[in-house]
């Protein structure tokens, strides 16, 4: 399916510019213009449009109320900001009504990419099911703003760790979860770590960028106790996942760009089942089914709620830009995979670690040392059935 996009910016020229800029290109979307948060909204009424990108600061109706109005009226249209970084972008980023922000001067190319990927996956972001219980969800998580803050400090030349601890030392609750998981057992550090700056030193930025994606889903607010029981297995679970998923790319000998990769899609991959959670519906049918086995799990969802953790979970991550492998491979997490054990994919891997996970003990010693040969293989196969 082809993706709508309108474009909202009160400047003509700029508008101007957007017109030109996609014409050397051959792009298989079709574009909008509105000069006015009014216009734009007059074109929503007549068009299926699935993207808005939107200036900030405009005349009569500015960005942010725009945006809000976008996000009550068609709750299932992905909400981009053009704007640099301001205080004003701030208090955009505290309403939860952006879903990812684009800097401003941006480059045709840059702008493609962006709207390429989303391209790509348009079938799971225009999906009807999807939405219909997106739609339902009143809270959805966003991008943290210290994520995108860590990502504009890593493009600097001079990148630095302290630096990028320091940024997410300035929220403290985002600080104590983060220390609280990696003291857990499952990153067996030698020493007590109090500080970030320690954290990022011994896990390394990639580590660390992942925990921050993966703690905006984790809210214990409104829930209870079995449903943070729920939450807590799904957590314990992903980062046995990731854990394995980063031995098995580093024991195969693939890159650490990879391991570091198959590392986020690993504890990424089940947390549609947390943003499913906040909708009352989803603890009251699926968590008496919590022991049965993962693509069960999964087809009983699709039982109730005729979509699954698999497509919410892809849609959040694809919606907030992340990579098109790490979101097909969430997508595709409880499809049958075939695995090629001489030449894993990120799909394979997710799929040896998920099933692993459920069938060997917390040990952090043997998941590092986690290789594929001939006896992982039988052990697996069996497992598999
Ligand atoms: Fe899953
Ligand atoms: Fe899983």
């Given at each position: 399916?082809?993706?709508?996009?309108?474009?909202?910016?009160?400047?003509e020229?700029?508008?101007?510019s957007f017109?030109?800029?996609?014409i050397?290109?051959?792009l298989n979307?079709?574009?909008?213009f509105a000069?006015?948060?009014?216009?734009?909204?007059d074109?929503?009424?007549?068009?299926?449009?699935?993207?808005?990108?939107?200036?900030?600061?405009?005349?009569e109706?500015d960005?942010?109320?725009?945006?809000?109005?976008?996000?009550?009226?068609y709750?299932?249209?992905?909400?981009i900001v053009?704007s640099?970084?301001?205080?004003?972008?701030k208090?955009?980023t505290s309403?939860n009504?952006?879903?990812q922000?684009?800097?401003?001067p941006c480059?045709?190319?840059?702008?493609i990419?962006?709207i390429?990927?989303?391209?790509?996956i348009?079938?799971l972001?225009?999906?009807?099911?999807?939405?219909?219980?997106?739609?339902?969800?009143?809270k959805l998580?966003?991008?943290?703003?210290?994520?995108r803050?860590i990502?504009?400090?890593?493009?600097?030349?001079d990148?630095s760790l302290n630096?990028?601890?320091?940024i997410?030392?300035?929220?403290?609750v985002l600080?104590a979860?983060?220390l609280q998981i990696?003291?857990?057992?499952?990153?067996?550090i030698?020493?007590d770590?109090?500080?970030?700056?320690?954290?990022v030193?011994f896990?390394?930025?990639?580590?660390?960028?992942?925990?921050?994606?993966?703690?905006?889903f984790?809210?214990y607010?409104?829930l209870?106790?079995?449903e943070?029981?729920?939450?807590?297995?799904v957590?314990?679970?992903?980062l046995?996942?990731a854990?394995?998923?980063?031995?098995l790319?580093?024991?195969?000998?693939?890159?650490?760009?990879?391991?570091?990769?198959?590392?986020?899609?690993?504890?990424?991959?089940?947390?549609?089942?947390l943003s499913?959670?906040?909708?009352?519906?989803?603890?009251a049918?699926?968590l008496q089914?919590?022991?049965?086995d993962?693509?069960?799990f999964?087809?009983k969802?699709?039982?109730?709620?005729?979509?699954?953790?698999?497509?919410i979970?892809a849609?959040i991550?694809?919606v907030?830009g992340?990579?098109n492998t790490t979101v097909?491979t969430?997508?595709?997490h409880?499809?049958?995979?075939s695995?090629?054990w001489?030449?894993?994919?990120?799909?394979?891997?997710l799929?040896?670690?998920?099933?692993?996970?459920?069938?060997i003990?917390?040990?952090?010693?043997k998941?590092?040392?986690?290789?594929?040969?001939?006896?992982?293989?039988?052990?697996?196969n069996e497992m598999e059935k």
């Amino acid at each position: 399916m082809n993706l709508k996009i309108l474009f909202v910016d009160d400047e003509e020229e700029i508008l101007d510019s957007f017109r030109t800029m996609f014409i050397p290109f051959k792009l298989n979307w079709e574009t909008f213009f509105a000069n006015s948060a009014k216009e734009g909204l007059d074109i929503l009424t007549k068009e299926d449009i699935n993207i808005v990108i939107s200036d900030m600061v405009m005349p009569e109706i500015d960005g942010l109320t725009f945006l809000l109005k976008v996000k009550s009226l068609y709750p299932h249209i992905i909400r981009i900001v053009l704007s640099g970084f301001s205080d004003y972008e701030k208090a955009i980023t505290s309403t939860n009504v952006v879903h990812q922000f684009i800097s401003k001067p941006c480059s045709a190319e840059d702008l493609i990419l962006k709207i390429n990927s989303l391209q790509e996956i348009s079938d799971l972001l225009t999906d009807k099911n999807v939405i219909k219980f997106l739609n339902q969800i009143d809270k959805l998580p966003i991008v943290p703003d210290i994520y995108r803050k860590i990502e504009v400090e890593l493009k600097k030349d001079d990148v630095s760790l302290n630096n990028i601890a320091d940024i997410i030392t300035k929220d403290i609750v985002l600080t104590a979860k983060i220390l609280q998981i990696v003291n857990s057992a499952f990153f067996s550090i030698p020493i007590d770590v109090k500080d970030l700056r320690t954290a990022v030193n011994f896990l390394g930025i990639n580590v660390i960028k992942s925990l921050v994606l993966a703690s905006s889903f984790f809210d214990y607010s409104g829930l209870t106790n079995e449903e943070m029981n729920f939450l807590e297995k799904v957590w314990k679970h992903s980062l046995k996942v990731a854990q394995i998923s980063s031995s098995l790319a580093k024991n195969s000998k693939l890159s650490k760009a990879i391991a570091d990769e198959a590392y986020l899609i690993g504890l990424l991959h089940d947390i549609g089942k947390l943003s499913m959670l906040t909708n009352k519906d989803y603890s009251a049918k699926m968590l008496q089914f919590d022991n049965i086995d993962l693509d069960s799990f999964n087809q009983k969802e699709i039982d109730y709620f005729q979509t699954s953790h698999s497509f919410i979970g892809a849609y959040i991550l694809g919606v907030w830009g992340l990579d098109n492998t790490t979101v097909k491979t969430i997508l595709n997490h409880h499809n049958n995979v075939s695995i090629d054990w001489n030449n894993l994919t990120q799909q394979s891997i997710l799929r040896i670690a998920d099933i692993t996970a459920c069938n060997i003990d917390d040990d952090p010693e043997k998941i590092k040392n986690i290789k594929i040969d001939d006896d992982f293989i039988n052990k697996f196969n069996e497992m598999e059935k």
